[in-house]
């Protein structure tokens, strides 16, 4: 048995042919350490750190047909990672966030129907392959041993090993030499990152700019249509009947705060009319037109007596006075629904003079009852 220089300043055996032994910081300098390769320093560090090899297998021969088929399968499973997480960045960008001039048409069918689940789909996909090109990377590509290791306390001595072992784990996967592999990688990461991070603009975003709970698509000149499309003329309804509307813009009938109703008064309930302050001129000859949403909890209210006048709630029962500027007049609701000024363009067809002058639905925090 050949017995190894281990004081302080020796090589600790280094320099003698053969099996390395040794370990310590105390047995190896740092200088001596740099001087050592890559193969030296990872066998030194098995070593030390008393690995027992039980089995390798150094995988495909380097540039055998084997080894093409697998960087060919593996290269494609990463690039389609890529192409899908790409894809899920192209629908995503269609919802508005980052590519504000383009979105998703709101349809009954097609595509946009599909929105949501295209971005699941895509991202599903898109992360499923990225674990079957790592798992066939690593059975096909890469060198298998078993071994079975002791576990100590670190040192100088075992970051340089360690390290050793890291870059050579990086040398036996065969990236540098297998370029489509590393080019796959690159765009599957590019993708998939980019993936992670497009949801994110969801929270970056500023969900009160331009004052969304206090604003509806009403605004001057805006015609009023049936849920069909179709506009709406003095005339068209008869004396006592209410209509919903809703403002003539793309996806209109599918907003649910600019929901509106349309009323036509009987000529004793206009002589009963009573404006609130400031919307004195909100009617139009027999017609007025007061927010869907109920000012309690939201509810749609749409259940129209006319002989008294009133509009119900079904959800918590409150009335509103259509004759006195829709004025809560029984149950839990105390605000007035909001009164949509009206008014008739050239071609004498009901437009919107403004928007609500006030937000419709529910009170919230920062906004005062009137």
Request: charged share 20%; hydrophobic share 40%.
């Amino acid at each position: 048995m050949t017995t190894r220089d281990t004081r302080p300043g020796s090589t600790g055996g280094a320099d003698v042919p053969g099996e390395l032994y040794g370990g310590p910081d105390d047995d190896y300098t740092p200088e001596q350490l740099a001087a050592m390769s890559r193969e030296d320093l990872d066998r030194l560090g098995a070593h030390y750190d008393h690995v027992e090899i039980l089995h390798v297998d150094a995988g495909p021969e380097p540039g055998s047909p084997m080894e093409k088929r697998a960087i060919r399968q593996v290269g494609m499973v990463f690039a389609a990672a890529g192409l899908f997480a790409f894809l899920f960045v192209v629908v995503y960008a269609g919802s508005g966030w980052f590519l504000p001039d383009w979105h998703w048409q709101v349809t009954e069918g097609g595509w946009s129907a599909l929105f949501t689940p295209l971005l699941g789909l895509l991202m599903g996909l898109s992360l499923l392959c990225v674990g079957v090109g790592l798992v066939l990377f690593t059975k096909k590509l890469l060198p298998h041993e078993t071994a079975v290791q002791d576990k100590h306390d670190g040192s100088h001595f075992d970051r340089v090993t360690t390290g050793a072992t890291f870059v050579g784990a990086f040398h036996n996967s065969g990236l540098a030499r297998r370029k489509l592999i590393t080019r796959s990688l690159l765009l599957m990461g590019g993708g998939v990152g980019l993936m992670l991070i497009m949801p994110l603009g969801g929270l970056i975003k500023n969900p009160n700019k331009g004052n969304p709970l206090g604003t509806t698509n009403w605004a001057e000149g805006v015609r009023l249509v049936r849920n069909d499309g179709t506009p709406i003329r003095p005339g068209d309804q008869q004396p006592g009947s209410l209509e919903t509307v809703f403002p003539a813009v793309p996806g209109g009938n599918r907003q649910a705060d600019a929901a509106t109703m349309l009323i036509r008064l009987r000529p004793e309930q206009v002589e009963q009319l009573q404006p609130r302050v400031g919307h004195g001129d909100f009617a139009y000859g027999e017609y007025v037109a007061y927010s869907k949403i109920c000012t309690h909890a939201g509810c749609p209210v749409s259940l129209y007596e006319q002989e008294t006048s009133r509009i119900l709630c079904p959800c918590h029962q409150s009335q509103f006075d259509v004759t006195q500027g829709a004025k809560p007049v029984f149950g839990p609701a105390t605000r007035p629904l909001p009164q949509l000024p009206l008014d008739v363009d050239d071609e004498g067809f009901f437009i919107a003079r403004s928007d609500y002058i006030e937000a419709v639905g529910p009170t919230y925090w920062n906004r005062e009852r009137i």
